[in-house]
């Protein structure tokens, strides 16, 4: 296969993948949590796609590597490896920015932009954006959400850990 229907090829399943849905938050796909870490062609012309998990033993794994095997098999991608990754470990420096738009978007409040100093940014209410919150819970409806409450308009919210 010429480089530019490997690329075209690559692209297409890049596409596929960020129709593939986060079982944990269904608003995200594994693109934009930065879940997908490459999609590639060998030299023997077999389609390699690698994925992280979030977080070892994150209940969403099997679910995740189902759906995307899923997925490629349904858009004609059978014979295609799925390769689990995991060095380096996923962050949620990975999550894109369409990812933390959506996040916001859903009422979750995004991880901070990057995880060096993440504990000195106060965290922002998805709803109405004050700063006013407080940490209720260390977790919120999943492992890698903790529980706020916003000061401001009183309403709780789940903040997406830096991890």
Known sequence: MRAAQS???EGEVWRVLARVPDPEIPVLSIVDLGIVR???RAADGRLHVGITPTYTGCPATAAIRSATRAALDEAGHGDAL???VLSPP????????EGRAKLEAFGISPPAATVQGRMSQPVRCPRCGSLATERISEFGSTPC?????CSACREPFDHFKCI
Do not use: Q
Not at 90 to 97: A, G
Not at 145 to 149: F, G, I, R
């Open 7 to 9: 690329s075209a090829a």
């Open 38 to 40: 490459y999609v590639h």
């Open 82 to 84: 799925l390769e689990e």
């Open 90 to 97: 996923w962050t949620s420096d990975w999550v894109t920015p």
């Open 145 to 149: 959400k903790a529980h706020y409450v």
